[in-house]
Each structure stands twice: as structure tokens, then as C-alpha cells.
């Protein structure tokens, strides 16, 4: 749509490395922001750009020497500019609330020098930013937008599990592509804390760590291969219809079956999408399984939990009049639970053995 308004306006698109003119931009956690303006450097206009920080303005303009420039320049190219702003709740924030983007990006999150960087503790609060991230970024992202994530890939930062957190939030991988600063002109990364705040850190081997919604149909649709899946699927959910990709998205669509005689809402474009809040234990319920069982494909895995989900979405309605989606989910909840409690008793019993 993005890239149709351009021509239209006659405005060519430029691109740099995985960034368009037509594409609408979230930057996250910008340094003295100088990526943004790079980008925007590169697109001959900001118009498209929403960059953000975690600092506020003054403490910005303290801790990096060209940060009042580059703040200057991206709002002369037309630059939206947010400070003061959380990775882990800027869903909730009023000027991002309403918004959607193709891409959103995120350079080499970090969640401050508490420790030292292969510290279990530091690890983990490093993981916690990151899963924050994704879980706000997902909901404010279009349906065929791109998470992406700048990160090291040497140790101790490949113990982070970046994949493995964009799981638990219905987000998969698409590509991870080397990243290289000198495919950003003026790009300068910057430590952002401490007494050399405004130095660089060392970057080594990193990647573009690219993530889009988990949309079973979508990807079946995108390698051409028939709808299996949805033969298998209750009647109820075959009334859904699936769009084909290069129809316009249909922002909302009302399902057959009602709940607390309200209609369930469904997002539906070139996919079956069911709930985010499905999604949010589906990804639970694979990290557990992969855990426990291993050697399964992905695939595999979300094929044959999905069926299950619907299995026993049906089963709950016909024996629940008047059941909720909510119901249904804290039914969920309790199984996963159950499950972990099952899995550790054994796992004691078999230690007890030996």
C-alpha cells in the first residue's frame, strides 16, 4: 500500500540494505540517533520514520555530543520523535497506540552494565527486555511487517535465545542476515550508559535477526501448497474464508459463533487468525514440547498443536453453553501448567531411581 501511495505521489522509492522510502518505520531504543538519520539520510525524507529513545531529551543531549544535530536534521526531514520511551510498554504509549508498521526496529537491545555480560543474572534481564520488546512490538506491527533485531552472535550473547523469545510471542524467523555497520553510513553505536556512554561498543559477528507474525495459513499460501490443514479443521472454522495475498486486507470480519452472545472478533487477511492472547500459550505450549520431546520439526509441531487447539476449541463449546475465549484459554493455562508439574515429577522419580 506503502509503496503504491509512492508512485502515486510520484515520489521514487529509495532503499537501503532492508529499509524502503514506502515502508512506515519504528526505531526503537535509538543511541544519539544517528541510524535513524542514516536511513533517512538515505531516503531523502523522515516522513516515514517514528525514532524513539529510551532517554529523555536532556539526557540525551548530555550523554552524546551529535545528538542535538541528528535531532535537528530528523526533524527537518520530517522525523517523528519520541523520548522517554519503553521498548517493554510502548504499545501502551498514546502517539504509538493507534500506529502500525512494516518494519520495526530494534538495534542491539541491552538492558544496562550491571554485571558482567556472561552473568546468568545480567542474562536474564537482558532476555526480559528483549521478550518485552517483542511481546508490545507484535501488536503494533501490519500483518505482513517485519520485527527486526541487531545482535551479537558470539558468546555470551548467543545464550540469550533470541529466537526461542520471539517463539512465546507467535513471532517466527524469516532470515538472519550478517549485519555490517558499513552498510549504514554515519551509523555510530553507542554504549548509552556509563562514563564512556558516547563510545562505541565492540560489535564482532552480528546479525539481522528479521520476525514476522506466525501465520500458519500465510506461510502454507506463500509455498504454494494446498490448505491441508483446513480440511482438518471444524466446520465453524472453514466458514472463514482465506483471502488470497494480493486482495486488500479486510481489517475485520465477524466469525459464525458467538460467545456471551457477543460476535468473536477475527482479524482476518491472507491468514486463519484466531486470538493473540492463542497465540501468546501456543508459543508456551511449543517451547515445552520441543523441550520435552526434541528431534521434532517446527512444522510438525505447530501443525499438530494447532489441531489440538481446535479439537479441544470444539469439544469446550459443545460442553460449555454459554463458554467464553477466555474460558477456553485459562483451560489451556491450567493444562500447560499441569504439564510442567507432570514432566518434574517424573523427572524426580526417574533421579530417584537412578
Excluded at 205 to 232: M, P, S
Excluded at 312 to 318: A, K, M, N, P, Q
Aim: net charge positive; aromatic share 10%.
Amino acid at each position: 500500500m506503502a509503496a503504491i501511495e509512492s508512485v502515486m505521489l510520484g515520489r521514487e522509492e529509495r532503499w537501503i540494505q532492508h529499509y524502503c522510502s514506502g515502508h512506515s518505520i519504528l526505531l526503537v531504543g535509538e543511541g544519539d540517533f544517528s541510524f535513524s538519520l542514516c536511513l533517512a539520510m538515505a531516503f531523502g525524507s523522515a516522513t516515514n520514520i517514528v525514532a524513539t529513545s529510551l532517554d529523555s531529551y536532556d539526557q540525551l543531549i548530555q550523554k552524546y555530543k551529535n545528538a542535538k544535530t541528528n535531532l535537528r536534521r530528523l526533524e527537518i526531514l520530517g522525523a517523528s520523535l519520541l523520548h522517554g520511551v519503553d521498548a517493554t510498554r510502548m504499545k501502551m504509549l498514546t502517539d504509538l497506540q493507534c500506529r502500525k508498521f512494516h518494519r520495526i526496529i530494534y538495534n542491539f537491545p541491552h538492558a544496562g552494565f550491571h554485571r558482567k555480560e556472561d552473568d546468568p543474572a545480567l542474562i536474564n534481564m537482558h532476555r526480559s527486555l528483549v521478550h518485552g520488546f517483542f511481546r508490545n512490538a507484535r501488536r503494533m506491527l501490519m500483518v505482513d511487517g517485519e520485527i527486526h533485531l541487531n545482535h551479537k552472535v558470539t558468546s555470551p550473547y548467543n545464550k540469550w535465545g533470541i529466537e526461542d523469545l520471539a517463539s512465546e510471542c507467535a513471532l517466527f524467523l524469516v532470515e538472519s542476515p550478517v549485519f555490517s555497520i558499513k552498510d549504514y553510513p554515519g551509523y555510530e553505536n553507542k554504549r548509552g550508559a556509563g562514563s564512556r556512554c558516547d563510545m562505541p561498543f565492540r560489535l564482532g559477528e552480528c546479525r539481522t535477526f528479521k520476525f514476522k507474525l506466525y501465520l500458519a495459513a500465510e506461510k502454507i499460501l506463500r509455498q504454494g501448497r494446498t490448505l491441508d490443514l483446513i480440511h482438518k479443521m471444524p466446520a465453524e472454522f472453514q466458514e472463514v474464508p482465506i483471502l488470497e495475498q494480493h486482495q486488500p486486507p479486510q481489517l475485520e470480519r465477524l466469525h459464525p459463533l458467538r460467545y456471551d452472545h457477543a460476535p468473536l472478533r477475527i482479524i482476518q487477511t491472507s491468514n486463519i487468525r484466531i486470538s493473540n492472547e492463542c497465540h501468546e500459550v501456543f508459543g508456551r505450549y511449543l517451547k515445552y514440547v520441543e523441550e520435552t520431546f526434541g528431534g521434532t520439526s517446527r512444522a510438525a509441531l505447530y501443525q499438530s498443536v494447532c489441531e489440538a487447539l481446535m479439537t479441544g476449541f470444539r469439544t469446550y463449546i459443545c460442553s460449555v453453553p454459554g463458554g467464553t475465549w477466555s474460558g477456553y484459554i485459562g483451560i489451556l493455562e491450567e493444562l500447560h501448567n499441569l504439564s510442567i508439574v507432570r514432566s518434574e515429577l517424573l523427572r524426580q522419580m526417574l533421579a530417584s531411581t537412578c
